[in-house]
C-alpha cells in the first residue's frame, strides 16, 4: 500500500519552520556559530555523465537521509499543463520492471525508513531517511527509477484522480491557498510562475501519458540532477557504490534554459476572491529579486522585522495593540530561480474592515520607507535569521535540503557559506533602501478574500478553517 504523501511545496523557507530558535540571544548565537555543527565539510562529486554528488559526514547519530533532486519544477511546463511535474513525482511511486508498484516504499519502511518527495516551482526532489547501513539501498531504489519507470494509463488515471482531491483540499476548500494561488496569477502574466504547482483541473484533465514520457525523458536524467546524502557516513567508502549504481546511467538532453521573463510591473494589480469563510483574508505582494541580487539579503532581513516573532512589527501592531488582526506575517525566500514574491497576508479580525487592515500593513510599509529599523531591532532580525540558519545545520534533513535547494536553483551550496556573512553586512540604511525601491504602490498587486456564508445543503466548510496560507 502507498504511503499518504506529498504536500505541494510551493516555496521553501526554512526560518518559517524553526520559530523556537527566533528568541536566541546574541550570546548564544556566538557560541554556536563557533561550534562544528556551523562548519563547511560538504565534499562534491561529479560522476562522469554529469550528476552532481553531495556528501557530508556527519557520525553523531548513526542515520542518515539520502536525496535526489531535480532541476525541473512548474516553472518548466507549459500552458495548458499546469501540474506536470507534480504530476510525474506522484508517477515516480508507481514502480519500475525491477521493482513494481509498492516496492519501492515497502522496501524503505522494511528497513525502518521513510521515504517522500514534494515538487515546487522550481525543483522536485525525493528523500529517503533510515539508518546509515540502509543508504545503499535507497541509492540502488533512486538510481533504478531515475532510468526505469514505468508509465501505465490504468495508474495514470488513479493518480489523476488523487491529485484533483489533493487540489481540492489544498485550494478550492482552502481559502488562503486560493488567495495564495490566485495572487501569483495576478502578479505574473508571462512567466511560468502563473500557473500553481498542482495544476489547474482542466489541465490535469488534459495531461496523457506521452506528455509525462516527455518530461520525464527530458528533465529526470543524471545531469539534471544532484545526489545528497547527509549523515553517519564515510564519503570515501560511499563514492564507490554510487558510481557503480549511478554512472551507467547514460548523459540526457540538456534541459533548455527558460528564456521567459517577466516585463516590470507598471501599475497596481487589485482582484477580489469570494470563498465561504468565516473572516476576511487580505493578501499584498510585490515583485523582488533572489539570490542574484545583493538586495535580497536585506530583504530577508526586512521580512524578519517585519514579521517574525511576537515581537515584530506587524504583529505588534495589528495584532497585539489594534487587535484588527488574527494572525499577519509575511513570505519571502532569496533561494528561487527566478525574481519572486514579496508578501504579506493578514487574517481579518471579525470585527474589521479588509480596507482598513490594508491600510494598516501600508503604514507599516510607509513607516519603514521614511525611516530606518533601529540598530537594536536591525541586530535582533540579524539574530533571528543567523540563529535559524545554523541551527538547520543540526538536521541531516534540513541541511540536505537547503544544499539540495540552492543547487536546484542556479546558486550553488557554496552560496550557503555566503550567507551569514552577507546577512551580518546589511544595514539599516539597506533595509530602507530596498523598502523603498521595491516595496511600491505601481509594483503592488492586492487580493482580498470575501467571505461567503455556507451553502445550505451538507456539512459545514472546510474554507471555514483560520490559519495561514
Not at 488567495?179 to 495531461?207: K, R, T
Amino acid at each position: 500500500m502507498q504511503p499518504v504523501r506529498r504536500p505541494t511545496i510551493t516555496w521553501l523557507n526554512p526560518r518559517q519552520t524553526m520559530p523556537l530558535f527566533r528568541l536566541i540571544t546574541a550570546t548564544s548565537l556566538l557560541f554556536i556559530l563557533a561550534s562544528p555543527a556551523a562548519a563547511t565539510d560538504t565534499r562534491e562529486f561529479i560522476l562522469s555523465n554529469g550528476m552532481k554528488v553531495l556528501l557530508v559526514e556527519v557520525p553523531k547519530a548513526p542515520v542518515a537521509t539520502v536525496q535526489v533532486w531535480y532541476k525541473v519544477g512548474s516553472r518548466n511546463e507549459v500552458m495548458g499543463r499546469a501540474g506536470l511535474s507534480h504530476m510525474l513525482e506522484h508517477m515516480m511511486f508507481k514502480g519500475t520492471v525491477k521493482y513494481p508498484k509498492g516496492s519501492f516504499s515497502r522496501l524503505i519502511r522494511k528497513n525502518g525508513g521513510i521515504d517522500n518527495a514534494f515538487t515546487s516551482q522550481d525543483f522536485t526532489a525525493y528523500f529517503e531517511n533510515l539508518a546509515a547501513d540502509r543508504v545503499e539501498l535507497a541509492l540502488e531504489l533512486e538510481a533504478d527509477r531515475m532510468q526505469g519507470l514505468v508509465l501505465d494509463m490504468k495508474e495514470l488515471t488513479t493518480e489523476r484522480e488523487v491529485v484533483k482531491e489533493e487540489r481540492r483540499l489544498r485550494t478550492e476548500d482552502d481559502p488562503q491557498g486560493a488567495l495564495v494561488e490566485a495572487l501569483f496569477a495576478q502578479a505574473y502574466f508571462s512567466h511560468p510562475y502563473h500557473w500553481p504547482v498542482i495544476g489547474w483541473f482542466n489541465d490535469l484533465d488534459a495531461m496523457t501519458l506521452d506528455d509525462l514520457q516527455r518530461h520525464y525523458d527530458t528533465y529526470y536524467s543524471p545531469n539534471n540532477a544532484t545526489l545528497i546524502v547527509v549523515g553517519d557516513i564515510e564519503a570515501d567508502s560511499l563514492l564507490p557504490a554510487i558510481k557503480q549504481l549511478f554512472e551507467p546511467i547514460p548523459r540526457g538532453p540538456e534541459p533548455k534554459p527558460i528564456a521567459t521573463t517577466e516585463p516590470e510591473q507598471k501599475g497596481e494589480r487589485r482582484f477580489l476572491l469570494k470563498r465561504e469563510a468565516q473572516v476576511p483574508f487580505v493578501i499584498m505582494g510585490y515583485r523582488v529579486p533572489n539570490f542574484t541580487s545583493e538586495d535580497s539579503y536585506a530583504l530577508d532581513i526586512l521580512d524578519s522585522i517585519l514579521s517574525h516573532g511576537k515581537s515584530s512589527r506587524l504583529y505588534q501592531n495589528l495584532v497585539y495593540e489594534q487587535k484588527s488582526a488574527l494572525a499577519v506575517g509575511s513570505e519571502y525566500s532569496l533561494l528561487q530561480s527566478d525574481p519572486g514574491l514579496f508578501y504579506f497576508y493578514a487574517l481579518v479580525s471579525p470585527s474589521q474592515k479588509p480596507e482598513l487592515i490594508e491600510e494598516a500593513l501600508h503604514r507599516e510599509i510607509k513607516r519603514l520607507q521614511a525611516d530606518p529599523p533601529t540598530e537594536l531591532e536591525l541586530q535582533r532580525a540579524k539574530n533571528q535569521v543567523e540563529a535559524s540558519h545554523v541551527f538547520e545545520q543540526d538536521s541531516n534533513f534540513r541541511r540536505a535540503m537547503l544544499l539540495g535547494q540552492a543547487e536546484s536553483v542556479g546558486a550553488g551550496w557554496r552560496k550557503i557559506d555566503q550567507f551569514v556573512e552577507r546577512i551580518r553586512a546589511v544595514t539599516a540604511k539597506d533595509i530602507q533602501r530596498v523598502a523603498r525601491q521595491y516595496l511600491t504602490e505601481d509594483n503592488r498587486t492586492v487580493g482580498t478574500l470575501i467571505p461567503m456564508p455556507p451553502k445550505q445543503s451538507g456539512a459545514p466548510s472546510t474554507a471555514a478553517q483560520l490559519g495561514r496560507p
